[in-house]
């Protein structure tokens, strides 16, 4: 499964990204040119190009809470750096966004949990065939 660049979720995830990273380069990197920073540019590419294969697609639980950590370590460590810093000024900065980001956690939290369960019910079919 993957997730089509078309879709409103994607979109949603891409925006959000975008908009906590630009909040962390323009305190950490920014010094008067244009933001984001090449660095910063570099992970958003990164980023985009992941969420694009996320496995769960349309059912994609937020990063936060997905069971599968599909980045490398080094951007792993940057998400990580970009949320702890641009976390806590979404809500001001971005009101809809964060809404829209919770709900979509919220949202998801029910379709991860079918999902595990139709892929647990196929592993115990595969260890013990049907006779
Ligand atoms: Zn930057």
Redesign the pocket.
Known sequence: MAMQETSPRYKRELATLTAM?LI??RA???DGRA???E??RKFLDYAAERLGKCAFGETKPTCVKCPIHCYASVEKERARTIMREAGPKMLLRHPVLTLLHFLDGWLSGGRLKRWYRAREAKRTQAVRPSK
Do not use: F, N, R, V
Request: charged share 20%.
């Open positions: 990273a962390h380069c950490k990197h920014g933001l984001p920073c660095e910063c």
